[in-house]
């Protein structure tokens, strides 16, 4: 190989990804060359022994950390007993312990659960389940919004051009702008009033033939955009005023990194049909809709899978949803979430390059710059921030134009914390000085 993401690997790294690149389809993103060999709680380590500390938690997955050993546990201890029971097709205790576990934290009446194995999954769920309720045609998402890579969930997704091309026709889906006040330089009510009112004008065009909205409460790949909260309620009363289903895409944002259960209940809203995945599983896959017994009214063979609902997952699930409960990460979210902020508050104000910062809970972002007047997305520095901090031993990802995703293990203490941040602000002093190049 001749280029590396960032800096050249170790050799053993170096080794792995030739064979990588012979064998695995390159359709995959990698933002960096890093070999995963093992994960212990808030770290991970390469193949060639180097030690990172992980503020991405595997894409927001691993929210009690890696190799908890009560998940490892139970996993063991289920591998003893069976992997899989063709849960489509014949009863099993584990999958309805698990989904009674999960539906416990949901507000009623969102108390039935359809198992998957990934969060498009259960978008695809989501979306089969609300066009068969409502028996209506489209559905309305947002602009830079992420719902999965299947063609159901990729016909709402609205992130990355590549992600689409060549892929049309997609299903009947209308894109509206989402309230990402910063870029649209405008103050949250207005920028509220303006999405709002493109809504409002999509749905009449609709003419009662929309099934459901679907939308992220806190957008993740678009760049973790936060909505006012005037907006989120405001959907949430077009849909009521409309007959239409509000589905709510928790597979990022869902599990506690918020804070809360469902990152949507920051905004005092509840919706008709939620789809989880990610940290439920606690490394394991698994996917989750949730709705009404009204709603989930769809009859037999109407949708179904192979592996939803399997036994190792589904184990994995109970302990993870478990540990998070009686460890009170959600409050442990928001404790690191104001140290951390109240930090990157003091960063923004020290150099140029940081435009804006915002999140809730474990879910930040920071908006890097080339200007602060100016705006313009700087994606060459944010790359080279990542780089630069991975060189140091912390690992980052990006999300959106120019956003560096915070997102580590809800475990992370405050000194963990305060170590991260210590070294992205080098990396964010280093480019923003002119000092670095990948």
Known sequence: MEKYICRKPGKKSVKIIERDHAVISQCVTREYSFVFKQGKGCYIWDVDGRKYLDFAAGVAVMNVGHTNPVVMRAIAHQTKISSHAGFADFYAELPVRFAETLVSFLPSPLKQAFLSNSGTESIEAAYKLARWHKNKKYVIAFKNAFHG????????????????????????????????????????????????????????????????????????????????????????????????????????????RTGKFLAISNFGVKPDIVSMSKAIGGGIPLGATISSKKIMDWPHGSHANTFGGNLLACAAGISTLNFMKEKRLGENAVRRSREIMKRLHEIKENYEIVGDVRGIGLMIGVEIVNLKKTRTPAPEKRNAILCKASEKGLILLGAGKSVIRICPPLIISQQQAEKGIDILEDAIKVVNNGRYRA
């Not at 920028?191 to 609709?206: N, P």
């Open 149 to 256: 890579r299947t063609m159901g969930s990729l016909s709402m997704t609205n992130s990355k051009k590549v992600q689409r091309e060549r892929y049309a026709p997609f299903l009947p889906v209308r894109h509206v702008p989402y309230p990402y006040a910063y870029q649209m330089r405008m103050e949250p009510e207005a920028c509220t009033d303006f999405c709002l009112s493109q809504l409002e004008k999509t749905i009449k065009q609709l003419d009662g033939n929309i099934a459901a909205i679907f939308m992220e409460p806190i957008q993740g790949e678009g760049g973790y955009v936060v909505p006012p909260k005037s907006f989120v309620k405001g959907v949430r009363k077009l849909c009521n005023n409309n007959n239409v289903l509000l589905c709510d895409d928790e597979v990022q944002a869902g599990c506690w």
